[in-house]
């Protein structure tokens, strides 16, 4: 139990240590894109209000939907920045054949490095939280929704990881995954609310996207950040199904996918 | 070489690369829809604003529409030309396969940006194409109008891949090329809506220090009143000023670059 532990730890620290290497890297792939999508829908709404304070759009005055796309960047930096470039690279560059001597394998090395990305995300996260709210762009819920809002990104976090998993697995078959990456993240940033909350969309798309992952990948934690009534435990269990259902699909596809693996360079 | 040689060099490499990219048809499908679900994600986003206000700035929703789809034109000759080679160009620093490229006996800006095309793209753009279109009939252009657009596209797409140029030579100073070209791709998300929706200081940043606002702005606006002139004034100054800085940069890189294979 503790050798297991113990070489989780350790494969963190080296997923903190490669994603950390290259620092500039990092913030102009991760935090950079997040930044600037803040600042165009910033200036967008700004646009659209023209200083108006008592216009309001889709039940939303400019300082409550200035908060919604804090919160939405915040959401983004927790639950949807990690990308899993590294396992369709191991795969294609037939490198998962040194897992078979690693005392960790390719699913634990994969997790651990993600579990490493999302702890350095929070304090990134934290941070940007302290200078928005330091300056006034955003209010703070209580204590427990804010406890509970990072949990719920934590969970939706896991959702992405099993899709950027099956994304991977996928270099089995493809020769290139990114665009599977790509597609899924603009089709998620549309329909989740990450671009517009959702009030704005016409009735029947929101409806029918009830079930679907979509709504708790943005919209559900931003306002539980928010501090609004939201059926979280319907949120919750509605992300964990879709995560242990991908979950199921990755391993499926892990174990066919490695019938058919030749590797490269043996 | 003459301007003759480099169409048939170009020739080749289109061959080349049509032959590479159908041979993965998995890979061609995907790209297409991928292509296909950014235009209509763009149109619905701006569209489901439209529903809740009747203007952003000075424009209505069938003249941002137009400009978004005129954007999505040039973005989509940018895909088509040129947008693979940057993420080939931080690989080809790493591993060295850039010695080659310079060794050759014609222009290395020429090999590096235009080797790779993607023809996908090529059919994107006939939807691209088709949306503007569609947008500029409800707007009721004028004939004067339609006639000078194929011009501005292909002024706005030479600055928009000048910029992208200058920004990815910046690879030439850092160690890896992914950050670069995720900078470069925040400069396209700013382009992608008009420039009035920016306040004052980062307007005139993104117009005249970093040029990427003036890409869809000053053509669509100049097709929408001809007292906008002297932003295409800018675009055209743009386009020298880049070509220059891009020769200057180019040389800068060269110089500084150490083969990764030797």
């Known amino acids: 139990m503790t050798t297991t532990l113990g070489k989780w730890i350790e494969t963190i620290k080296i997923g903190w240590s490669t994603h950390t290497a290259y620092r500039l890297n990092f913030f102009l792939q991760i935090i950079g894109p997040a930044l600037v999508f803040f600042f165009v829908k910033y200036n967008l709404w700004s646009s659209i209000y023209g200083g108006d304070p008592n216009t309001v759009i889709g039940g939303y005055d400019f300082n409550s939907m200035i908060n919604y796309h804090v919160w939405t960047l915040i959401v983004g930096l927790l639950a949807q920045g990690h990308m899993g470039v590294n396992m369709a690279m191991d795969i294609r560059y037939g490198r998962i054949s040194a897992y078979l001597i690693y005392p960790i394998n390719f699913w634990e090395y994969h997790s651990a490095s993600f579990i490493a990305f999302e702890l350095l995300q929070l304090m990134i996260s934290l941070l940007t939280i302290g200078i928005i709210y330091s300056l006034g762009l955003v209010a703070l819920p209580s204590f427990f929704q804010f406890m509970g809002a990072i949990g719920f990104c934590f969970v939706v976090s896991c959702f992405w990881f099993s899709i950027q998993y099956i994304s991977g697995m996928l270099a089995f078959w493809l020769e290139e995954t990114w665009m599977i990456r790509i597609m899924f993240g603009i089709i998620s940033a549309f329909l989740s609310g990450a671009i517009l909350p959702l009030e704005l969309y016409p009735e029947w798309l929101v409806q029918s996207l009830e079930y679907s992952p979509f709504p708790y990948m943005t919209y559900y934690p931003v306002k539980i950040f928010m501090g609004e009534n939201v059926n979280i435990l319907k949120g919750l269990l509605i992300v964990v199904a879709w995560t242990s259902l991908t979950g199921f699909i990755a391993s499926r596809l892990w174990k066919k996918g490695l019938k058919m693996y030749t590797a490269a360079g043996m | ?262």
């Open chain 2, 1 to 262: 070489m003459s301007f003759k040689q480099y169409k048939e060099v170009y020739s080749q490499f289109l061959a080349a690369s049509i032959s590479e990219e159908t041979s993965f048809r998995a890979n061609f499908i995907l790209l297409i829809f991928l292509d296909l679900f950014f235009y209509a994600s763009t149109i619905f986003t701006a569209d489901f604003i439209y529903d809740h206000v009747s203007t952003i700035g000075p424009w209505g929703r069938d003249q941002l529409l137009f400009f978004i789809s005129f954007m999505l034109v040039v973005d989509s000759i940018h895909m088509a030309t040129v947008s693979t080679n940057f993420w080939l160009l931080g690989d080809n620093l790493k591993n060295g396969n850039l010695d080659f490229t310079f060794l050759k006996p014609i222009s290395s800006i020429f090999i590096v940006f235009f080797r790779y095309i993607r023809p996908t793209a090529f059919l994107s753009f006939f939807v691209a194409l088709g949306l503007m279109i569609f947008y500029g009939l409800k707007l009721n252009l004028p004939a004067i109008s339609w006639s000078i657009i194929p011009i501005l596209i292909v002024l706005a797409s030479i600055l928009k891949m000048l910029i992208e140029f200058c920004i990815s030579t910046l690879m030439f100073w850092t160690t890896e090329g992914i950050g670069i070209n995720f900078l470069r791709m925040q400069f396209q998300q700013l382009s992608r809506w008009p420039f009035f929706v920016y306040s004052p200081l980062p307007r005139r940043i993104l117009m005249f220090i970093i040029p990427v606002l003036l890409i869809g702005s000053a053509p669509v606006s100049f097709i929408y009143s001809i007292q906008t002139w002297n932003l295409m004034a800018y675009l055209v100054i743009a386009i020298i000023v880049f070509y220059f800085l891009l020769k200057f940069l180019w040389k800068q890189a060269a110089i500084r670059y150490e083969s990764a294979s030797s």
